[in-house]
């Protein structure tokens, strides 16, 4: 019996093991401070991002002083959250240090400190485009960021190439061909034969040698790299498409990788290269050379992928494919297949055409590659399958939203059909081709107006699609690409569809929570606290929604002139380096990675940026707030509990830590309309909802009673004057409630007040009494009403959690009242739970005000 | 009739960059420096119609600019743009003759109303 007693009082929290147990005050307060200082975090977080969404001239004077005042609140918070939670958590110093002097490097425009030559792609940041080049940085973007399948590899930098040409003493050599007028390729081959003559310096060989090592004890001794140029202005606003050198198949030898990397140095010098760069406005020697060894991929397949259509159309991408190597695509010597998609919705192949694909180029066994014929039964046949297709699609159409412009994406699928995506650079030129589109769609003013000038504005824009209505979060898996979503509440959650969803919608919510700072992110049109979107539109409708500084105005159907305008505005900052530069600073402060709190990167480890870290401090202060005041016991000895006269006998007693009840000094009891706190008024309103509840108990049948009395002890062993008591501990704002009705106890922990952000309701529920089946059934009752009302709920055998954050008041005393009537209706439910049919039939009557058993 | 020229003085380049991208959309044909000493000179080449200027730069600063300019071309706009920190100076440059001041981080939209009036 005291297993089980232990397991129950585990299931409430534990205790402080210190002996110098807080009061619930102290607990309380320290809970408010951090969340106070989040939200002033979260606060300057949306406003840094507004100010860097392209409608702002900013300077970094700004971003410096916005992300100082950050960073201070932060810690703030950090201080009461190690307060609250005993040190629990001290690991997140140290994850928020390292955070913090990441941002501070990208401020300052600290870049690697001189003399680094080789840097692991893991190591990448954005302000090192300078230092490992376009090609190796946006690499390093799709693997640290996008966590796409890029084969693992490192950077050898342009430190690297100052250092190698200083050693082998060229650099006046250089000069006098930058000085010259007209430069002779007769210099120029002299140059490159010196560097190819040239030796590797000392501190550069070590650097390669151990990067070279850590590959070796990764891949082993079979594995080959890719040494790939990547000039400092290789893939940024010229593409340099095809001017330097890409040696493949080098084996894991370091002198073959160094006479690789000294290739690649001297295709900087090529009478062509140089010729490029000059038409550019570059002299000899302005342009540094970095190089990107990257693992060779062991490709069945290869090809590119232009992300818009040769025409100009955005709509459709393009997927060149042939069999081993994509050196032929690249260069375009081979008839390849082409694939062409439709994007933004669920991939739709529109056509393809199979190419002859005469021959393929392949790995050699020792090193290098060689072109062979293609063989027999290969050649004229498809080098993808339609799933292969749409996977390349899938992974492109996320890439090119990252990037904000159209790509020309290289990739290869793997012998076990692993897709790897292995460059990623500006299209160019097809920008200008815009597609002529006829105004075949009538003027946004003639169209029908669903919705005008609603809501609060979270990421301004204009998206449309078909209306996805989500009635419960976990609907969300079966989100269709490119639709609008339209949601009661709105949540991290959403975090998965970030990159396809063309609109969002909310009935509640606030500008500040973490699902809008995902969407400022990820540039998602969205509005919150629209009040009844979610009764306007319908599920399959068309529509297209545009927001704007008075709110979100949404018409009926697809209106193409507004989707085109913001496709030009949006695009247009975009192009700018500096404000790409200056921006990318928001992926360490206002990216969402921690979601969901069951997942086991919810940890300080996981967290990668500050709004991670706020995340965290949020969800395990909640945490620690329910597992203190669970001790019902502690409480009653310290403080003075007040009876609560109600007209139905609900047995509470509850303990006012401050402005929760409105009694004198010594009153022992209060009356409904004493009680002050926000949410336990609601809670207690909705007990007293008429015809909830039932004062005839149903009669529980003898099996049903000695199965409860197996399984529940008697709790309440320690015979005090309140012994069977239900106890509330509130504040104006705050309530929680341990709860037993029956033979079922439940715990209600939630905080409800003006700051939609703080709000939040924890609901556990641990059934008892009857046997395990009715057991269930009750639990997948309130597991469907609580959904309802948009909980996330999870359950474990017969113990239900279920959480709802992020809603405004008058949305919480909505649900809280729902919630006290849920209490009261289902303290005998179990005992009459006997089909499964019962439980839809209850859970409609539920939802539909019928509380007749 | 040919556009109206705008000149952007910032010593950060991002400014003008995301100013000429901007402005550009609306038809202006703009000129950006990230000093006063070859804006001024370019200014001795040839008019502009309003000079978006920062006020703290290294050298010649923003309100040396507005007198410099003033006196070149009385006509022509200033607008002055300055961090939160230099109020005190902005608001001091308000009694000379520049056209409008805005601290940073500055509207778009509004910079682009004021040029709007500036050339009314």
């Known amino acids: 019996m005291k297993n089980v007693i232990d397991r129950i009082k585990s299931l409430f929290g534990p205790s402080r093991e210190d002996g110098g147990a807080l009061s619930i005050k102290t607990v309380f307060r320290n809970f408010k401070e951090v969340l106070e200082s989040n939200n002033r975090a979260l606060e300057i977080i949306a406003d840094m991002g507004d100010k860097l969404g392209g409608d702002y001239l900013f300077d970094i004077n700004y971003i410096k002083s916005a992300y100082s005042e950050l960073a201070g609140t932060v810690s703030n918070s950090l201080q009461n959250f190690d307060a609250l939670t005993a040190d629990k958590y001290l690991k997140l110093h140290e994850v928020s240090q390292r955070i913090d002097s990441q941002i501070k490097r990208l401020i300052y425009d600290v870049t690697p400190s001189r003399g680094v030559m080789v840097l692991s792609f893991k190591d990448i940041t954005w302000n090192m485009f300078r230092d490992v080049g376009g090609k190796s940085a946006a690499l390093a973007e799709m693997t640290n960021y996008l966590k796409l399948n890029i084969p693992e590899g490192f950077a050898i930098t342009t430190s690297a190439y100052d250092e190698f040409v200083g050693h082998n003493l060229l650099r006046e050599r250089i000069d006098s061909l930058r000085k010259s007028p007209a430069v002779e390729d007769r210099l120029l081959k002299e140059l490159s034969d010196l560097i190819m003559s040239g030796t590797v310096p000392h501190d550069l060989d070590n650097a390669i040698g151990s990067a070279v090592e850590k590959i070796r004890e990764t891949f082993g001794r079979g594995c080959f790299l890719a040494v790939r140029s990547s000039a400092e202005e290789e893939d940024g606003e010229h593409s340099f498409a095809g001017q330097f050198e890409t040696v493949l198949n080098v084996p894991l030898d370091e002198k073959a990788i160094k006479d690789a990397y000294k290739k690649v140095l001297a295709s900087l010098f090529s009478p062509n290269a140089v010729a490029y760069q000059t038409a550019l406005g570059y002299r000899v020697g302005d342009i540094k050379m970095a190089a990107g060894c990257i693992v060779m991929v062991d490709a069945a397949k290869s090809g590119v992928i232009y992300t818009i259509a040769p025409n100009g159309d955005r709509e459709i991408m393009v997927i060149n494919s042939t069999w081993g190597l994509g050196v032929p695509v690249v260069e375009g010597q081979t008839d390849a297949d082409m694939f062409m998609v439709k994007k933004e919705i669920e991939p739709e192949l529109l056509g393809t055409r199979s190419g002859t694909k005469e021959y393929m180029v392949v790995r050699l066994e020792g090193g290098g590659v060689e072109r062979v014929v293609t063989p027999e039964g290969m050649a004229g046949v498809p080098s993808l399958n339609a799933e292969e297709v749409s996977e390349l699609a899938r992974q492109a159409v996320y890439i090119e939203k990252h990037f904000r412009r159209p790509l020309d994406i290289e990739w290869a699928i793997d012998k076990s059909g692993r897709v790897f995506i292995l460059q990623a650079r500006s ?44 009635r419960h979060p976990g609907e969300i898996d079966g989100f269709p690409k490119g639709s ?37 992110e990820f540039r998602v049109p969205t509005v919150v606290n629209t009040g ?55 992926r360490y402060i206002s990216m969402l990675n921690l979601v969901d709190p069951m997942l086991d990167n919810f940890s300080p480890e996981g967290c990668r940026t500050m709004h991670d870290i706020l995340r965290f401090m949020h969800e395990k202060a909640v945490v620690e707030l329910v597992a203190n005041a669970g001790h019902g016991g502690e409480i009653l000895k310290k403080h003075a509990a007040v009876k609560l006269d109600l007209p139905i006998p609900a047995g509470i007693v509850a303990i006012d830590i401050g402005g929760g009840l409105e009694t004198g000094p010594g009153e022992g009891k209060a009356v409904f309309d004493q009680i002050s706190c926000i949410p336990l008024r609601a809670v207690v309103r909705g007990m007293m909802h008429a015809g909830v509840w039932h004062a005839d108990a149903v009669a529980l049948k003898v099996g049903d009673f000695f199965s409860s009395m197996m399984r529940m002890p008697d709790l309440t062993a320690d015979r005090s004057e309140y012994v069977g008591y239900n106890v509330a501990v509130v504040s104006g704002e705050y309530l929680n409630l341990s709860i037993r009705f029956g033979y079922h106890f439940t715990v209600l922990d939630c905080y409800c007040g003006e700051n939609a952000r703080n709000n939040h309701v924890y609901f556990r529920f641990i059934g008892g009494a009857t046997d395990m089946v009715k057991r269930s059934r009750r639990v997948e009752f309130i597991s469907s009403v609580l959904k309802e009302f948009g909980f996330t709920v999870t359950t474990k055998g017969d113990l239900l959690t279920g959480r709802l954050a992020n809603v405004n008041r008058d949305g919480m005393e909505g649900v809280l009242d729902q919630l006290g009537r849920l209490l009261a209706f289902t303290r005998q439910l179990d005992a009459v739970l006997n089909d499964d049919a019962s439980v839809e039939r209850f859970v409609k009557n539920f939802i539909d005000g019928k509380y007749t058993i | 009739m040919s556009a109206n020229r705008i000149m952007v003085i910032d010593d950060e380049k991002i400014v003008g960059d995301m100013a000429k991208l901007s402005l550009e959309q609306e038809g202006y044909a703009v000129e950006t420096f990230l000093s006063a000493e070859p804006a001024l000179e370019r200014l001795k080449e040839e008019k502009f119609d309003v000079v978006v200027t920062d006020l703290k730069m290294k050298g010649i600063d923003g309100m040396e600019v507005l007198r410099i300019v003033k006196k070149l071309y009385p006509e022509t706009k200033v607008i002055m743009i300055t961090a939160f920190a230099n109020l005190d100076a902005a608001i001091e440059a308000l009694r000379g003759d520049v056209h409008d001041f805005f601290p940073k981080p500055v509207k778009i939209k509004e910079l682009k109303a004021s040029i709007q009036r500036a050339l009314n």
């Open chain 1, 484 to 520: 609008v979503l339209v949601s009661k509440y709105d949540s991290s959650n959403f975090v998965r569809i970030m990159p396809y969803v063309s609109a969002i919608i909310t009935d509640v919510g606030a500008p500040t929570s973490h699902m809008a700072s995902l969407c400022r």
């Open chain 1, 427 to 470: 299209l160019l030129g097809m920008d200008s081709a815009r597609r002529d589109t006829a105004r075949r769609e009538r003027t946004p003013e003639s169209r029908p107006v669903l919705m005008k000038d609603k809501g609060i504005v979270v990421q301004k824009g204009a998206g449309g699609g078909r209306v996805f209505l989500l």
């Open chain 1, 532 to 586: 009844d979107a979610t009764r306007i539109f319908e599920h399959g409708q068309e529509i297209t929604l545009t927001v704007d500084e008075e709110g979100a105005t949404a018409y009926d159907g697809i209106v193409n002139e507004l989707l085109e305008n913001e496709e030009k505005n949006s695009m247009r900052m975009e192009k700018l380096y500096e404000y790409r530069k200056r921006r990318y600073v928001l």
